[in-house]
């Protein structure tokens, strides 16, 4: 008995200290992890990626990486990775407008990883060059406006509506019915300048006839190779051409990519979430 005590102090003596000392441990590794330095902190870095991922509702995070790069004079390139279904309207040429800003200082390469549609697919049309996956899904140039007319219901559960209004139009997209013919009319309107606007923007940038607007845009989705035909990428590759065509875009002699930011990284690692949830899904544009 002694002697199996004996045999096994080391394995107990260890388990205490570490029961004792967990948290400082704990302490200690998250500081490693922190605060070690990685290569691009040893040589700065001279390209960076930027995740365009899942619904565009809040362009500020996409757009201060973007002018963070612009305004850093070691980044020499940047590569815009995108996999998003697009969103609403304001975001969408929020990002837009900074990559037309980083364009004109530095080469921007836009990467369709999974599916850029509607306004990822905006947002991304001043890159110097888009590639995209050939599993890609790619296009969807188009505008929509949805609304619900839960008025039968309403009526079943003994609820109307009451409204107050000043302004003809002011309940314009109300569920509490179905819309007038008049209404209609207002959205269409909105609706209809916001596509012009996006077609316009689209065949400026890429170089095509806005007149041609059914072979391109009309809300088609193209696979890549059908999207390249129309003019909507420039290239097919995976992740790998992308970065080495902004490594000869970029002329750096010796690549070297940004590292995601420690802290991001450990709590993501902890965590075990996914970067996006909304990749694998494909919508129109929204204005709502």
């Known amino acids: 008995m002694n002697a199996l005590k004996t045999f096994f102090s080391p394995f107990v003596a260890l388990m205490k200290f570490i029961q004792d000392h967990f948290k ?23 390209l960076a990626q930027i995740k365009l991922e899942g619904v565009i509702m809040d362009a500020s995070l996409v757009v201060q990486q973007l002018e963070v790069a612009r305004k850093d004079k070691d980044i020499k390139g940047v590569l815009f990775v995108i996999n998003s279904p697009g969103g609403a309207v304001p975001p ?25 549609a509607s306004g990822s697919y ?36 003994g609820i109307s509506a009451q409204t107050i209004k000043a302004g003809k139009y002011k309940e314009v997209g109300t569920g509490a019915r179905e819309w007038t013919a008049e ?6 309107k909105v609706i209809n300048d916001t596509y012009a606007m996006f077609v316009n923007d689209v065949a400026m940038a890429r ?5 041609n607007h059914t072979e391109f845009a009309d809300a088609h989705i193209f696979t890549a190779s059908q999207a390249q035909k129309v003019g909507l990428i420039d290239k097919i590759g995976v992740g790998f051409d992308a970065k080495n065509a902004l490594v000869e875009l970029s002329g750096v002699s010796k690549p070297v990519w940004q590292q995601e930011d420690k802290i991001d990284s450990f709590m993501r690692r902890l965590s075990g979430e996914s970067a996006s949830f909304f990749g694998a899904y494909f919508s129109n544009l929204t204005m709502k």
């Not at 170089?207 to 007149?211: S, W």
């Open 207 to 211: 170089d095509l006839e806005a007149k």
């Open 24 to 46: 400082a441990m704990l302490f200690l590794l998250l500081l490693f992890v922190l605060f070690s330095p990685s290569e691009s902190e040893l040589e700065p870095a001279n």
């Open 183 to 188: 209404e209609k009319g207002e959205l269409e």
């Open 122 to 157: 905006y947002a991304s049309i001043y890159a110097n060059e888009i590639y995209a996956n050939p599993g890609s899904m790619v296009g969807s140039i188009g505008v929509i406006m949805q609304g619900s007319n839960y008025a039968e219901l309403a009526k079943k559960i």
């Open 92 to 116: 969408s040429i929020e990002i837009m407008q900074a990559i037309k800003r980083l364009k004109a200082e530095k080469p921007v390469i836009a990467y369709a990883a999974g599916t850029i």
